[in-house]
């Protein structure tokens, strides 16, 4: 509907005028959209770029299209890559699954064009390497492709959130109700040694208590001692109150450094028993209630339907339980 105004003419008369209506925001264009979702999901213009067969300046320029479209910034450019601003982070949200249902719909997806695209598969890279990865080479000679990503459960579950993996393994259970979860194994943990220091302290830590570690060197995993402070609450019913002699962000790190002889630590069962076994390891301490985490197969919600997702999935799930 048209509106009338009064309009004062050079004489001095006046008369009354139409207004042109209000100009409409212009739809977003979908090209663009998917082209935003490949940056956001790949984290760089140069990998969106290759998802697309398109060049990475058509993929910046296009950024930028929606970018002034819909009057926001959508990354904050790094030296190397991007981060999604808190509006990219909204958007994705909101049109990542329609999105994704109408490629497929239309023939654009990835089983559509007869090709069945990887799995993208995330988790601790101790699990990943130790028990994960060798279940799975039976589905990758099968034709199964994996991307893998490792790293701290709650970046994981946010790029998993995201879009950026199909899978994770989270080592504890994700908060909400956005992402379904199962559990898929349980660490039981161990206090351990190399044999030179089991001999000298000869069976003391179960007589007289874990204080005769005092002058044992610690090595964990952080600074915070995550998994011994957990160790020493559930079994000895007391706070670990030490500095740790050596830190190493990766638990396979910790087991070697042990196994030289460096100290002292606490371990999944799962990642020293073959030096349990072979006598290169020793456990300093039995339980009958050793504390115990569970790990959980974590799954994004409104995957695309991709067979090989659910074939990685089932199959972890079926061995899990033997681990």
């Not at 509907?1 to 009354?16: F, I």
């Not at 990503?149 to 109700?177: C, V």
């Not at 740790?244 to 630590?265: E, K, M, N, S």
């Amino acid at each position: 509907m048209l509106l009338l105004v009064k309009h004062r003419n050079p004489d001095g008369s006046e008369e009354a005028v139409p207004t042109p209506p209000p100009a409409r925001s212009s739809p977003l264009d979908l090209n663009l959209v998917r082209t935003f979702l490949a940056v956001y999901r790949s984290g760089s213009f140069t990998a969106a770029g290759q998802l697309l067969g398109i060049s990475q300046p058509t993929v910046t320029t296009q950024v930028r299209t929606l970018e002034r479209q819909a009057g926001r910034e959508l990354f904050a450019r790094l030296p190397r890559g991007v981060a999604p601003t808190e509006y990219a982070h909204d958007l994705a949200a909101r049109v990542m699954d329609p999105l994704d249902a109408l490629l497929a719909a239309t023939g654009h997806g990835p089983a559509a064009e007869g090709a069945t695209a990887p799995v993208h598969l995330a988790g601790p890279a101790e699990l990943l390497c130790t028990r994960i990865l060798p279940a799975l080479a039976p589905l990758v000679a099968d034709g199964v492709q994996l991307r893998v990503a490792t790293g701290l459960t709650e970046p994981l579950l946010d790029e998993l959130r995201a879009g950026r993996h199909d899978l994770a393994i989270a080592t504890s259970r994700p908060r909400g109700r956005t992402l379904t979860s199962v559990p898929l194994l349980d660490e039981e943990f161990v206090l351990v040694a190399a044999p030179a220091w089991a001999e000298r302290l000869d069976g003391r830590v179960t007589t007289e208590g874990p204080g005769v570690l005092h002058t044992v060197p610690l090595v964990t995993y952080a600074e915070d001692l995550p998994i011994a402070r957990r160790y020493w609450r559930h079994v000895f019913d007391r706070r670990l109150n030490r500095r740790a002699a050596v830190t190493v962000p990766d638990l396979r790190g910790v087991l070697a450094a042990v196994a030289a002889g460096a100290g002292f630590t606490v371990l999944p069962r799962y990642l020293c028993q073959d030096e349990l076994a072979a006598g290169t390891l020793v456990a300093l301490h039995e339980t009958d209630d050793p504390p115990i985490n569970t790990a959980y197969l974590v799954q994004r919600p409104g995957v695309p339907d991709n067979p090989h997702t659910t074939r990685v999935r089932d199959h972890l799930l079926h061995l899990g339980p033997t681990w």
